[in-house]
């Protein structure tokens, strides 16, 4: 979900919130035709910015396949009720689904927040990468989250060993520090 910020995100997201919103919209017309029930998780908001209502919210009013999730409670208290997991931008809401071992969807955007190369190999292959900006991706990431979950599920264990060292390299590493040498 989209966290409007003002327009004070320019400098990592490479857009505006305007620009945001229409590609957030995009999506959730898209969930909302896939063959599953949708949870929809809004960012929390705890400074507004604009005095408007959010444009994506208000595009969920009339969605009949997503529910959206109402609380403000931060997203790794509720993934573990999931059993597909769709998120967009590299934020701790994608650190906690990777730990959770539910299987993640991720949506790379060119111009919102984009992964560095070597994340983007690293998630393309432990995960289930989609481009916003490929020319396919609506019909792509249509057909696969319109997949039997045990199908899903299968090809998901079959990326383990990648996703292992994606969380090794990008989330949270097992080495052990010398706490003196870090010290000096």
Same mark, same amino acid.
């Not at 327009?7 to 898209?30: F, H, P, Q, R, T």
């Not at 997203?75 to 993640?104: E, F, K, Q």
């Not at 057909?143 to 060292?165: A, C, G, H, P, Y």
């Given at each position: 979900?989209?966290?409007?910020?003002?327009?004070?995100?320019?400098?990592?997201?490479? &857009?505006?919130?305007?620009?945001?919103?229409?590609?957030?919209?995009?999506?959730?017309?898209?969930?909302?035709?896939?063959?599953?029930?949708?949870?929809?998780?809004?960012?929390?908001?705890?400074?507004?910015?604009?005095?408007?209502?959010?444009? &994506?919210?208000?595009?969920?009013?009339?969605?009949?396949?997503?529910?959206?999730?109402?609380?403000?409670?931060?997203?790794?208290?509720?993934?573990?009720?999931?059993?597909?997991? =769709? &998120?967009?931008?590299?934020?701790?809401? =994608?650190?906690?689904?990777?730990?959770?071992?539910?299987?993640?969807?991720?949506?790379?955007?060119?111009?919102?927040?984009?992964?560095?190369?070597?994340?983007?190999?690293?998630?393309?292959?432990?995960?289930?990468?989609?481009?916003?900006?490929?020319?396919?991706?609506?019909?792509?990431?249509?057909?696969?989250?319109?997949?039997?979950?045990?199908?899903?599920?299968?090809?998901?264990?079959?990326?383990? =060993?990648?996703?292992?060292?994606?969380?090794?390299?990008?989330?949270?590493?097992?080495?052990?520090?010398?706490?003196?040498?870090?010290?000096?």
């Amino acid at each position: 979900p989209t966290l409007l910020m003002g327009n004070i995100g320019g400098v990592y997201a490479w &857009c505006s919130d305007l620009d945001k919103a229409k590609a957030e919209i995009n999506i959730i017309n898209m969930l909302d035709k896939i063959n599953k029930k949708v949870f929809y998780k809004p960012y929390p908001e705890f400074n507004k910015r604009y005095y408007d209502k959010n444009p &994506c919210l208000l595009e969920l009013r009339n969605k009949k396949n997503i529910e959206i999730i109402k609380n403000n409670y931060d997203a790794r208290y509720l993934i573990n009720n999931s059993r597909v997991l =769709v &998120c967009g931008t590299a934020t701790s809401t =994608v650190a906690w689904t990777i730990m959770s071992d539910i299987p993640t969807v991720f949506i790379n955007y060119k111009y919102i927040a984009p992964l560095k190369k070597n994340a983007y190999d690293l998630f393309i292959k432990g995960l289930f990468l989609f481009d916003y900006n490929n020319k396919n991706f609506f019909a792509d990431i249509t057909s696969f989250l319109n997949k039997d979950l045990n199908e899903i599920k299968e090809i998901w264990q079959s990326k383990e =060993v990648q996703r292992k060292r994606l969380r090794e390299d990008f989330i949270s590493s097992s080495q052990q520090y010398d706490l003196n040498k870090i010290f000096k």
